[in-house]
Nanobody, 131 residues
């Protein structure tokens, strides 16, 4: 089955860290840009970060710059989102999405829009930041 699977979410105290994983099943990620999005209750889905297929371009939303870091390990067919110094406002369901041949989605310092065309979406993983 062709799918993306997120993992690594959970409950963490403010200031804590989590590492989210986005693993591909049934296909290889090395030709895909990967974007992370998040959606809090009652809010729109927003772009958080993206990484180009080569890994050379990495962009972040202003709200997470300096705290989050995206990386990819094509040998493991997985993309990671390291989240440090977490804040209550980071609480959301986090989704990853993959788009083949669309490196321009992750250029110009911008994060992709959820309305762009993606080949695969994950099911989401809940991140809750609370004391």
């Amino acid at each position: 089955q062709l799918q993306l699977v997120e993992s690594g979410g959970g409950l963490v105290q403010p200031g804590g860290s989590l590492r989210l994983s986005c693993a591909a099943s049934g296909f290889t990620l090395d030709s895909y840009i990967i974007a992370w999005f998040r959606q809090a209750p009652g809010k729109e889905r927003d772009g958080v970060s993206c990484i180009s297929s080569s890994g050379h371009n990495r962009n972040y939303a202003d709200s997470v710059k300096g705290r989050f870091s995206i990386s990819r390990d094509n040998a493991k067919n997985t993309v990671y989102l390291q989240m440090n110094s977490l804040k209550p406002e980071d609480t959301a369901v986090y989704y990853c999405a993959a788009a083949m041949g669309m490196d321009f989605y992750c250029s110009g310092g911008e994060t992709p829009k959820p309305s762009y065309r993606y080949d695969y979406w994950g099911q989401g993983t809940q991140v809750t930041v609370s004391s």
